[in-house]
């Protein structure tokens, strides 16, 4: 509403006044005070949405809740700012030229409309550990929509239950916001085979299998090369979402049961593969021809059909990562992740990373000399960070 302004000019005549009008010299006339009203435009605001909140004005005068309209004087500048309830989110300005969810300027040049939309906010919920259709349903309530939802292999979080989320809880955002959820499938325990003496060689699957980036781990080749089934044993435990991995505790049952380095027929398994094989005896028996022996073929078979593009072999005792004829730059990060240094040991034949660099040019599978005493807990922790480090790239 606009008033417009006038001047008004009143006269006010002495007593007898209407005998002689303005001629008669005998009266007087006496002035009274001059009105100006000036012009004034009204500011209207509304609120809407499944939100709750105020807008306020500078200067004052709309405060709204209460007050959802003022007058102004023409040409001044309204800055109208709007704030959420708790559980609410400011979505937005329209009218009068103002949108996005920063302050409103209005110049007060005729009467304006202005509304502010507030919605109810997503609060992110705390779902990690919950079962996944309870966490869906706890995000639903809490105004936000479930996003992409990853599932793992895990031993550590049992099957269909959350491991973790993203974003995490508590954050307030926009009505409607994703949360990403990722899933335990449990464990997948695979028997690849059987050694001579028929104890089973297992694989455990971890992480992501849909992903991209693959990852071998043998924790013991050796029987009496065991620091490494620690690593392995931990990295079963890891969620992981970015990486698939395949870990094979122990390649060489019989040899960790007997405490020796070949297998039940006195074989050394990293001298039993099909690159550059040849004949050996003693200590180092490579076995009478290539893949031999039951352990090596279930070895090749897995590596056939998984394609690693990195695989770590767990060694003893010379405390070095060899750089194996793979990608250096791998074997260079894995080596300063751990703190150890990085040499280029004798390339022997007939071994595992030799034969698996040469039929997978584009991977990188190497060998870690791990110290002669057993790991403790934080080295065992160090070398599988650092594993799966390498191998999410």
Same mark, same amino acid.
């Given at each position: 509403?606009?008033?417009?302004?006038?001047?008004?000019?009143?006269?006010?005549?002495?007593?007898?006044?209407?005998?002689?009008?303005?001629?008669?010299?005998?009266?007087?006339?006496?002035?009274?005070?001059?009105?100006?009203?000036?012009?004034?435009?009204?500011?209207?605001?509304?609120?809407?949405?499944?939100?709750?909140?105020?807008?306020? =004005?500078?200067?004052?005068?709309?405060?709204?809740?209460?007050?959802?309209?003022?007058?102004?004087?023409?040409?001044?500048?309204?800055?109208?700012?709007?704030?959420?309830?708790?559980?609410?989110?400011?979505?937005?300005?329209?009218?009068?030229?103002? %949108?996005?969810?920063?302050?409103?300027?209005?110049?007060? =040049?005729?009467?304006?409309?202005?509304?502010?939309?507030?919605?109810?906010?997503?609060?992110?919920?705390?779902?990690?550990? #919950?079962?996944?259709?309870?966490?869906?349903?706890?995000?639903?309530?809490?105004?936000? @929509?479930?996003?992409?939802?990853?599932?793992?292999?895990?031993?550590?979080?049992?099957?269909?239950?959350?491991?973790? /989320?993203?974003?995490?809880p508590r954050r307030r955002l926009e009505?409607?916001?994703?949360?990403?959820?990722?899933?335990?499938?449990?464990?997948?325990?695979?028997?690849?085979?059987?050694?001579?003496?028929?104890?089973?060689?297992?694989?455990?699957?971890?992480?992501?299998?849909?992903?991209? @980036?693959?990852?071998?781990?043998?924790?013991?080749?050796?029987?009496?090369?065991?620091?490494?089934?620690? *690593?392995?044993?931990?990295?079963?435990?890891?969620?992981?979402?970015?990486?698939?991995?395949?870990?094979?505790?122990?390649?060489?049952?019989?040899?960790?049961?007997?405490?020796?380095?070949?297998?039940?027929?006195?074989?050394?398994?990293?001298?039993?593969?099909?690159?550059?094989?040849?004949? /050996?005896?003693?200590?180092?028996?490579?076995?009478? @021809?290539?893949? =031999?022996?039951? #352990?090596?073929? $279930?070895?090749?078979?897995? *590596?056939?059909?998984?394609?690693?593009?990195? %695989?770590?072999?767990?060694?003893?005792?010379?405390?070095?990562?060899?750089?194996?004829?793979? /990608?250096?730059?791998v074997e260079r990060r894995f080596a300063?992740?751990?703190?150890?240094?990085?040499?280029?040991?004798?390339? #022997?034949?007939? =071994?595992?990373?030799?034969?698996?660099?040469?039929?997978?040019?584009?991977?990188?599978?190497?060998?870690?000399?791990?110290?002669?005493?057993?790991?403790?807990?934080?080295?065992?922790?160090?070398?599988?960070?650092?594993? $799966?480090?390498?191998?999410?790239?």
């Amino acid at each position: 509403m606009a008033l417009v302004g006038s001047i008004v000019c009143a006269f006010v005549l002495a007593s007898g006044a209407a005998a002689g009008g303005a001629n008669n010299p005998f009266v007087r006339s006496r002035p009274v005070a001059l009105v100006e009203t000036a012009t004034v435009y009204t500011l209207s605001v509304a609120l809407v949405g499944s939100g709750s909140g105020t807008v306020t =004005s500078s200067p004052a005068g709309v405060d709204c809740g209460s007050t959802c309209s003022y007058d102004f004087p023409s040409g001044t500048e309204v800055i109208l700012t709007a704030t959420a309830a708790p559980g609410s989110s400011f979505a937005g300005w329209s009218g009068a030229g103002c %949108s996005g969810i920063g302050s409103c300027e209005v110049t007060m =040049s005729a009467a304006e409309s202005v509304t502010a939309t507030f919605d109810e906010a997503c609060v992110v919920p705390e779902v990690t550990g #919950e079962a996944l259709k309870a966490a869906e349903r706890a995000v639903e309530a809490g105004n936000c @929509r479930v996003g992409k939802v990853t599932h793992v292999f895990s031993r550590k979080v049992k099957k269909g239950f959350v491991i973790s /989320q993203r974003p995490k809880p508590r954050r307030r955002l926009e009505s409607g916001a994703e949360v990403a959820l990722i899933v335990s499938e449990g464990t997948r325990k695979v028997l690849l085979g059987r050694s001579v003496d028929g104890r089973p060689i297992v694989a455990y699957e971890v992480g992501n299998p849909a992903s991209s @980036r693959r990852e071998l781990v043998v924790g013991c080749i050796h029987g009496n090369e065991t620091a490494g089934i620690a *690593i392995a044993r931990r990295l079963e435990r890891m969620s992981l979402t970015t990486v698939a991995l395949w870990v094979v505790p122990v390649l060489n049952p019989d040899g960790v049961a007997a405490g020796t380095r070949g297998n039940a027929h006195g074989v050394d398994l990293n001298r039993n593969f099909p690159h550059r094989w040849q004949m /050996q005896s003693g200590v180092y028996y490579s076995g009478p @021809r290539p893949l =031999s022996e039951p #352990e090596s073929r $279930t070895a090749y078979r897995l *590596i056939r059909r998984f394609r690693p593009q990195v %695989s770590i072999w767990f060694h003893q005792h010379l405390d070095v990562v060899d750089e194996s004829g793979g /990608q250096i730059a791998v074997e260079r990060r894995f080596a300063a992740l751990v703190g150890l240094p990085l040499r280029r040991l004798t390339r #022997e034949s007939g =071994s595992v990373v030799g034969w698996t660099n040469h039929i997978l040019p584009r991977s990188t599978s190497f060998v870690v000399e791990l110290p002669a005493r057993a790991l403790s807990e934080p080295a065992v922790a160090r070398f599988a960070r650092a594993t $799966t480090a390498v191998g999410t790239g």
